[in-house]
């Protein structure tokens, strides 16, 4: 238990979380047209190709670390979507 705590003690006065920069209307209209690009389009496809992969695996394994990693590739998918202020494709089942 001292060996963790010195680690945890050194790991914490070590290390610092580096500042976020501002994220701007410019930055998400550039974000926006990237992704409306063919590259961008392969990048989004790509990535929720992954989500539903580990999504799978979480599924299949029921181990918790699966579970988390599954959840974490969603949250991370929903905040870069944020980002650039996508709105997702309606469902077949929408009359908007």
């Known amino acids: 238990m001292t060996r963790f705590l010195r680690a ?13 920069p501002e994220w701007t209307a410019a930055d998400q209209a ?3 047209t990237f992704l ?29 670390f699966d ?10 998918w929903a905040w870069f979507e944020s980002l650039a202020s996508l709105q997702p494709p309606p469902s077949d089942g929408d009359e908007s």
């Not at 409306?36 to 918790?64: C, D, M, V, Y």
């Open 8 to 20: 945890l003690h050194l790991f914490a006065s070590r290390y610092s979380t580096p500042a976020r």
């Open 67 to 76: 579970c988390g990693w599954a959840c974490g590739y969603r949250g991370l």
């Open 30 to 32: 550039a974000l926006t």
């Open 36 to 64: 409306r690009t063919g590259a961008g389009s392969r990048l989004r496809a790509t990535l929720i190709s992954q989500i539903a992969e580990a999504n799978e695996r979480a599924a299949f394994s029921g181990k918790p």
